[in-house]
């Protein structure tokens, strides 16, 4: 399973948006007794019946760390492909709530006007979560300037504390049912604004390595226990967003596709480049392919081809290599038979990956003494190939290159190469997808 990415709520592209709150009106639906369903879920952060957040040390950061995740982790029990967004208030001026939870309705997949799940939440005594009356002029610019101060925090206990305190301010600032502990919960936005804490403590940690004080590691986070067992989740256990699978995508990026040997445009401005923490190129695929390839990627170079130069090229920004898994335990069959025996009549089966010295030279005279395993190849099956697979390219250093140094724009061109340097057609790589991941 592939990492799951968080994005900035505003970053969503349509069908994402509709992932989301679909996934969100189908926790809304369920009876109440669902273990999945929001009115549980909602009621573990205040109440009803019981109230189980934290605020203060420890456990401020790490139960809601865990809570946020037993929420999406329902939320992909409904849509497999959901991730919690954030809302990014933190990073600069912002006035009111991001634009797709403003609104009390929206336009659904069939053009018909529904109930926007962004907007309001179902509270457990009946009707819907509201916030202040004014929330659209409603700034956060000082809550955002306190944000940032805690970022140089030098230690875990003086980030949280400061955090925390700007965590406060936005729950009191969106004010209505955000504003008290007891009905937090209900309100969606309660976790794009957790998400955002949660980033902000994810990009501390990344800047300030080392462990959890003894108190916070050992705290216990009810009411989730770990997998399988009736333990519960200790600190320690969420400690590391990328060991809980998960991270925060910081910059809002709308891409063309990527595709091989076309050559894509990709509008990534210097300040992004310059600030990114990394940016790489993800293939990922269902199924290792069944012969072997690289890939080269090189920038503002649209003609690169499978004979540009390597060594010295600076529009080369790197190679990664797949190692094809064509199925050994594959039977012989038609697919395999020689093509040049075929054309001569031949009935023998091209014999398979692990062919004897016999099969090798059968045939041999009317190959011009060629054996097989040198001359003409059927293709391989169709279902050849081993377990999924996911690899990825680091380009951060040329994209950050002097040469490429305040430019908004960077032309990108997948060359695939086979293991004798042709051209490998697209059409025979199964790809599920190319994908530009900045963060």
């Avoid at 509709?18 to 007794?33: K, N, V």
């Avoid at 320690?236 to 894509?264: K, N």
Wanted: aromatic share 8%; charged share 20%; proline share 8%.
């Amino acid at each position: 399973m592939g990492m799951r990415i968080r994005k900035n709520v505003t970053c969503l592209s349509t069908d994402e948006l509709h992932d989301l709150r679909e996934a969100l009106a189908a926790l809304y639906a369920l009876p109440a007794s669902s273990a999945d369903g929001f009115r549980v879920l909602a009621g573990f952060h205040g109440g009803p019946p019981t109230a189980y957040c934290r605020h203060g040390e420890p456990g401020f950061l790490t139960w809601h760390r865990a809570y946020l995740l037993a929420f999406e982790d329902a939320l992909r029990k409904q849509r497999c492909n959901v991730t919690l967004p954030f809302w990014n208030w933190s990073s600069g001026p912002t006035t009111g709530v991001p634009e797709p939870c403003r609104n009390p309705t929206y336009v659904n997949r069939s053009g018909a006007t529904v109930p926007n799940p962004l907007y309001a939440g179902p509270k457990p005594v009946g009707g819907q979560t509201a916030r202040r009356a004014t929330i659209d002029t409603t700034t956060f610019d000082d809550l955002a300037t306190s944000a940032q101060a805690a970022m140089t925090a030098a230690t875990f206990s003086s980030f949280s504390s400061q955090i925390d305190g700007a965590h406060g301010g936005v729950h009191v600032r969106t004010g209505g049912d955000m504003g008290a502990i007891e009905t937090a919960g209900f309100d969606s936005i309660f976790y794009l604004h957790h998400a955002n804490i949660d980033r902000l403590w994810a990009d501390w940690q990344a800047a300030h390595p080392g462990p959890l004080p003894a108190a916070e590691a050992a705290f216990d986070l009810l009411p989730f226990t770990r997998p399988f067992t009736t333990t519960w989740q200790k600190g320690a256990d969420v400690e590391s967003v990328t060991a809980l699978g998960y991270a925060y995508r910081r910059f809002c990026l709308i891409l063309p596709p990527i595709r091989l040997w076309t050559e894509v445009v990709l509008e990534v401005p210097w300040e992004i480049r310059r600030e990114m923490a990394s940016a790489r190129l993800a293939f990922q695929a269902g199924r290792m392919p069944a012969t072997s390839f690289e890939v080269r990627a090189f920038l503002d170079d649209p003609k690169a081809n499978e004979a540009s130069a390597l060594a010295g090229n600076a529009a080369l920004a790197g190679t990664v290599g797949v190692f094809g898994h064509r199925s050994v335990a594959h039977a012989p069959g038609p697919a395999d038979q020689c093509p040049v025996c075929a054309k001569l009549g031949r009935t023998d089966e091209h014999p398979a990956v692990e062919a004897g010295a016999e099969a090798l030279d059968h045939g041999a005279p009317e190959h011009g003494g060629v054996p097989h395993d040198q001359g003409p190849t059927a293709p391989p099956p169709a279902d050849a190939g081993g377990e999924r697979f996911d690899v990825e390219l680091d380009i951060t250093a040329a994209l950050r290159a002097p040469i490429r140094m305040g430019a908004d724009k960077v032309s990108l061109t997948l060359v695939a190469v086979g293991v004798t340097g042709e051209r490998v057609d697209p059409a025979t790589i199964a790809l599920d997808g190319i994908e530009l991941i900045v963060e």
